[in-house]
């Protein structure tokens, strides 16, 4: 019967000793167990290479780490109840948060606490159960750094995604801290780990690259999360180095090593390309229609806005040679000087949107000038749904808010000395400010740049139809 050679049981111990057995006595087992099993294989007549690799191709990839598995859920109490805790907790919570996100969807009850019980299950049991499970097998001093971080960031991504879909405060804190941990330190410490193994050179450009993918990708979804700017870069950028350069690299460094293909890694292929790309794909889709939903109510204001300012130089024109044109001029005057005033609120916020934290653009593509005022190319704006601009420009106690307040209630107190008491009131109302915007400062901004712009669009348009009324009320009552 062939024998093995030292070197030959040595390059086998590393093997085995590398998927980290943590029992002494098992570890010497599946030592002799292995050997055997390739001097059996020997005695056809093929070499240490060859039939060490039909032994391992027998065993599968994971038949080692499941028998120590085995043998732990046997003899470890304490790992039994992890094992079990984890995989109960698994999948109640994917089965609570599935429903939960097809009652939010169908607008149906109980939604909000299917999701949340989901979530928190996840987080607060599944995960931990996890990490426990994962440390009993290893004991990997190596890897806890791994094992700790994909665990916060597992955890804080779920609890951020539940407090973002809640609508609940601090989702984009956690979700930061999220990307903090996957990001900067579980993508890398995958990345040195997958270096550490010496079988793997061949793919380690592969999981370097792979690494960067994921990183921008990872780091695109939650600039998307957030509404900053470069998020649609970084996730094509992630798409294309992952599902254009990695994927197909490693498929063909892995279909070369015949001993390892299996259907299961097939379909894992065909399944990232026939659900991962056609879904990210609809996400853009629907992205640009959500965003091209407030581009066309802001473009309908602005025609608006447009037609009532020409309609109201029409009725100045028709009416130049009355007794009544100097009032006329006077209230269009002070129409287009309040309107003035709106228009620089709007530029500013535009400014500070498109510049630097605290250096605001001095002037921007996004703006121009025509007849009717301040005209803002809404489709061109970087940073859409910016919160800063609203909080410094429009919340009570800015000076641009005080500035508006004051110029509106001066209108209104001219308008006044020109309609009867009784019929000012349905005026007034349409040009308040806190009826478009906060009339108290609130604990935190959640208006966006758009919604902020698109405020002040509708408030020029009520000051136009209100000077629309009061030209005709002067031209034709005086």
């Known amino acids: 019967m062939p024998e093995l050679s030292l070197q030959n049981i040595d390059q086998i ?13 098992l570890l010497a087992d599946l030592i002799d167990h292995v050997c055997c099993d390739v001097e059996n294989e020997m005695q056809s007549g093929l ?31 304490k790992y039994r109840q992890m094992k079990n805790t984890m995989k109960i907790s698994g999948i109640a919570g994917t089965v609570l948060l599935g429903f939960g ?49 994909a665990f916060l960031a597992g955890m804080f991504f779920i609890l951020g995604t539940l407090f ?20 900067v330190f579980f993508i890398p410490a995958l990345l040195f780990s997958k270096l550490q193994e010496q079988e793997n050179k061949p793919k380690r450009p592969v999981y370097i690259i792979g690494a960067i993918g994921a990183i921008c990708y990872a780091a695109g979804m939650f600039f998307k999360i957030q509404h900053w700017p470069l998020a649609a870069t970084l996730t094509v950028s992630g798409m294309i180095i992952l599902y254009v350069i990695v994927l197909p690299w490693y498929t063909w460094l892995t279909w070369k090593e015949e001993n390892i293909i299996s259907p299961k890694f097939i379909y894992m292929i065909i399944g990232l390309f026939a659900i991962i790309i056609p879904g ?42 009355s007794l009544y044109y100097p009032q006329m001029e006077q209230l269009h005057a002070k129409t287009v000087s309040l309107l003035t005033l709106i228009g620089d609120i709007q530029t500013k916020m535009v400014q500070e949107s498109e510049g630097e934290p605290g250096k605001p653009a001095v002037s921007t593509d996004q703006i121009s000038k025509t007849e009717t005022g301040t005209e803002i190319q809404y489709n061109m704006l970087t940073k859409p749904f910016y919160r800063i601009p609203v909080r410094d420009f429009l919340i009570p106690g800015s000076s641009s808010r005080e500035k508006l307040n004051s110029a509106v209630a001066e209108y209104t ?15 007034t109302g349409l040009i308040e400010p806190s009826v478009y915007i906060p009339g108290t400062i609130p604990d935190r901004t ?12 509708l408030l020029k348009n009520n000051l136009l139809a209100i000077e629309s009324n009061m030209l005709e009320h002067v031209a034709n009552h005086k």
Request: aromatic share 10%.
């Open 413 to 427: 107190k001219y308008i006044s000395e020109l309609l009867p008491g009784k019929d000012l009131q349905k005026y």
């Open 280 to 321: 990210a794909l609809i996400n853009l889709n629907l992205q640009r229609n959500y965003e091209e939903g407030f581009y066309s109510h802001q473009a309908q204001q602005k025609a608006l806005c447009t037609s009532l300012y020409k309609y109201n130089n029409s009725i100045m024109i028709m009416y130049h040679d």
């Open 446 to 457: 959640t208006i966006s740049l758009m919604s902020g712009l698109h405020s002040l669009e």
């Open 13 to 25: 111990s590393h093997d085995i000793r590398r998927q980290e057995i943590i029992f002494s006595h």
């Open 47 to 77: 070499d240490f290479s060859e039939a060490y690799r039909r032994v391992k191709q027998k065993m599968g990839s994971r038949r080692i780490k499941e028998i120590q598995e085995e043998t732990l859920y046997a003899v470890d109490t």
């Open 164 to 183: 973002k879909i809640q609508h609940w405060p601090a989702a984009g804190i956690i979700l930061s801290l999220a990307a903090l941990f996957g990001v």
């Open 101 to 149: 996100a097809l009652f939010k969807i169908q607008h149906w009850p109980l939604a909000g606490a299917m999701t949340t019980l989901g979530a928190v299950t996840l987080a607060l049991v599944f995960m931990p159960s996890a990490l426990g499970v994962l440390w009993k097998e290893t004991h990997s001093g190596k890897k806890l750094f791994l094992f700790i971080s």
